[in-house]
């Protein structure tokens, strides 16, 4: 006896009202830039061109005004004095030379750095390329929530650490880690906090002194700013860091980072710090609304669909979700007019699964079919319930095709099926 | 990553889903891959014992795109064709004729070595079934 499954095909899908194809919602790969910001840039690109460092004539102070106004509104939003901000070329940039600077200034106290697995791979290659030199690094596993555990912390820090570096906000799950808690006990020990707050600045209060921050990394087109531009917070006082460079030159940004300042890009970052400043605390309740919307709504419809990482201590705009007996890319592939990303092997170069799910203790098998959403501040509810359906849709269908669903079904446990290595 | 049009037609409107009676002796699946490695595929093949041709093929597959593709067509190559003919077909059969990239090279070889382990299944019933059909004689 044979049973057909009547796979439906996929059909071409019509947007509904107000929702225009395909549909974005990769908010932390990048976001668009916000009209705003593009209005204040222009005229920095062929009006106001000058070098900001051009001391003697009025083209150089225009570009200087812009870089100042645009320092003033970066400190502002995240607590610190414009003294404390270094521009750089983005957050890659920053974390480099927040954890090289600090390595090489301090080597004298220590050669040991703290990290946790679940770091954006510009920390967590910079740490690597640091060992090389010489550098002990402690790589803290998480927990199942993906939060470090602060005891553990705790334990890995000796007399010979001179850094931590753990990141706010994660990029794949959103899990927001106890920044606070961290820099409380860094400051204890005379040891250097650094933070990679990519995902976190103009999306959740970010505050350098409440929070016990000493070196911190800022980028600005995940906050609807350009590509290209970021920034890097330095602790003057209480207690003063100092960071070597890893660029020489001109000697700009007060030594730490030298090159000529990309001055539209700089502009553009101030813009869309201040209207973080004045939108965030709107805007993280209206994401916070759709993601659990889209949550419901797609967990309203289907079993053995699990979120990965705490949904209490998270990026409003983030849900990281693993749909079991669905791989990851097939799944991309048949909601191709919807712009996500998936943890899954297929889609990256490496063939290896997220390393960051892996971390949490999620099974290969369930991290291979995980789709991250990104909401940010264009998507509407029209979108979400949109996306919604044609998740619940393709699981569906793809689950139909799927022997493991087929074999969990009928009651097969799939962990003690001997499975044959590829 | 851009997929062929042939990819995308199988993983749209997939042939042969579905399953045959796993215990049958005319049957032979296969199932290969490991859901850690992000591929498990299906196949099932149902033989004439006269003529050794495959009169049916069916799959199910967890996988990306194109495991959905290399098996889709697997089974539609394998149709028709006597057990000895489809262990002819070579997973560079596939990957040529869906445009695999190199990075999904692997599928492919998944989709051949499905075919093997379901007629590897099904000769191995043809052994246990043969003395008792012979001893009903």
Known sequence: MSTDVKTIPQAEHVAPEGVKLPVYMDNHATTPMDPRVLEEMLPFFMEKFGNAASRNHSFGWAGEEGVETARERVAKLVGATTKEIIFTSGATESDNLAIKGVAEMYREKGNHIITAVTEHKAVLDTCKRLEKYGYRVTYLPVQKDGLVDLDELKRAMDDKTILVTIMWANNEIGVLQPVAEIGKLCRERGIIFHTDATQAVGKIPVDVNKNNIDVMSISAHKMYGPKGVGALYVRRKNPRVQISAIIDGGGHERGMRSGTLNVPGIVGLGKACAIASEEMAKESCKLAGLRNRLRDKIMGQLDEVYINGTMEHRLPGNLNISFAYVEGESLLMGINDIAVSSGSACTSATLEPSYVLKALGTGDDLAHSSIRFGLGRFNTEAEVDYVADRVVETVSRLRELSPLYEMAKEGVDLKSVKWAAE | ?137
């Not at chain 2, 002796?25 to 490695?37: D, R």
């Not at chain 2, 099932?44 to 199910?60: G, H, L």
């Open chain 2, 1 to 137: 990553m851009a997929y062929s049009d042939k990819v995308l037609d199988h993983y749209s409107n997939p042939r042969n889903v579905g399953s045959m009676d796993k215990n049958s002796s005319e049957v032979g699946t296969g199932l290969v891959g490991a859901p850690e490695c992000g591929d498990v595929m299906k196949l099932q093949i149902k033989v004439n014992p006269q003529t050794n041709i495959i009169e049916d093929a069916k799959f199910k597959t967890f996988g990306c795109g194109s495991a959905i593709a290399s098996s889709s067509l697997a089974t539609e190559w394998v149709k028709g064709k006597t057990v000895d003919e489809a262990l002819q077909i070579k997973n560079t059969e596939i990957v040529k004729e869906l445009s695999l990239p190199p990075v999904k090279i692997h599928c492919s070889v998944l989709a051949e070595d499905a075919i093997r382990a379901a007629i590897h299944d099904w000769k191995k019933k043809q052994e246990v079934t043969k003395p008792t059909a012979v001893a009903a004689q």
